[in-house]
């Protein structure tokens, strides 16, 4: 079963896009921190490891992998 990623917004969870998923894993596998094209926030986002966070538009959005 492949992982999902996941973010919180306020006090709730949604899964972001299959795309954006895809490339967080790649990320993932190398534990490698980097800027992704991000159709959820529809733009470039920053995936922060360290942080565990999705970064746009100078906001950081906690990420979770189940």
């Known amino acids: 079963m492949a992982a999902q990623w996941i ?6 969870w949604f899964s972001l896009d299959i795309k ?3 490339q967080i ?4 596998a190398s534990y490698n921190s980097n ?3 991000c159709p959820t926030f529809q733009g470039i986002a920053y995936v922060d490891f360290d942080a565990m ?3 746009f538009n100078n906001y950081g959005y906690t990420i979770a992998r189940l």
Do not use: D, V
Not at 25 to 28: G, R, T, V, Y
């Open 7 to 12: 973010y919180a917004n306020g006090s709730q």
């Open 20 to 22: 954006t998923q895809q």
């Open 25 to 28: 894993e790649q990320l993932w």
């Open 35 to 37: 800027w992704i094209n």
């Open 53 to 55: 966070q999705i970064k």
